[in-house]
């Protein structure tokens, strides 16, 4: 687990826009094995000053699995997710406000779990795989192995994977599209399976101003994928 080699292969020169491996690796958050939806992700993104306060105080084990606990801090990329989230589970959340941003993240932490594939915090750099025949994916095999394992530690009922970055990992994978669902005309969830579980594969980031997705088109996108998760 070299986030150097990684720096060097990707050619991340820039001392910020890397990933960090002076860093803790963070390969989960959340309360793993207990809750029933969990999200994949690319790595875990930029760190935060309370993250690392909170590491250098409790120890890795309960900053991470009471992560949405107390990451109540408004992040774009898990506050959308909630409100999609509300309307999977069938808990109408009405955002934006203070009150309901603590609702939103307190549904989080009952019932997501969230996967890092590469757990390097890093800022600004892009990843991408093309072919399992470049070094660059040869670089990440471990951790998809990896991850596997961990889907089936958590042995969820339906994984949520979101990105254009992740289309030809999940080729590589072998994600199985049974259906589509449009969120808007810019976002669409891919319904199908992947590693021998229900899986939803979302091809932009939610919370991207590429997607265009609202709160209400978020909400119902839930509660549709709802019917076709059979939950």
């Known amino acids: ?131 399992n025949k470049q070094m660059k994916f040869k670089l990440i095999e471990s951790y998809l192995r990896n991850l596997e394992d961990l889907v089936k530690l958590c042995n969820p009922k339906v994984l949520f994977i979101k990105g254009a970055v992740w289309q030809h990992l999940l080729n590589e994978i072998g994600f199985d599209t049974k259906t589509r669902e449009r969120v808007n005309s810019r976002l669409t969830a891919h319904i199908g399976e992947c590693f021998s579980r229900k899986a939803v594969w979302f091809d932009k980031f939610m919370s991207d101003k590429a997607s265009g997705a609202s709160y209400e088109q978020l909400f119902e996108a839930g509660h549709k994928i709802r019917a076709h998760c059979e939950l």
């Open 1 to 131: 687990m070299n986030a150097d080699k990684f720096n060097l292969v990707f050619k991340f020169q820039d001392p910020i826009n890397r990933l960090h491996s002076e860093l803790q690796p963070v390969f989960f958050v959340g309360k793993i094995g207990q809750r029933p939806f969990v999200l994949i992700s690319l790595n875990p993104g930029k760190s935060t000053a309370i993250e690392i306060e909170l590491y250098k105080k409790l120890g890795w084990k309960k900053t991470y699995l009471s992560f949405f606990e107390w990451f109540s801090q408004t992040s774009p990329y898990y506050s959308y997710f909630a409100v999609f989230l509300s309307g999977l589970v069938g808990k109408p959340i009405s955002p934006p406000g203070q009150e309901s941003k603590y609702r939103l993240f307190r549904l989080l932490s009952q019932n997501l779990v969230n996967l890092d594939l590469i757990p390097y915090h890093s800022t600004g750099i892009s990843l991408e795989f093309q072919s």
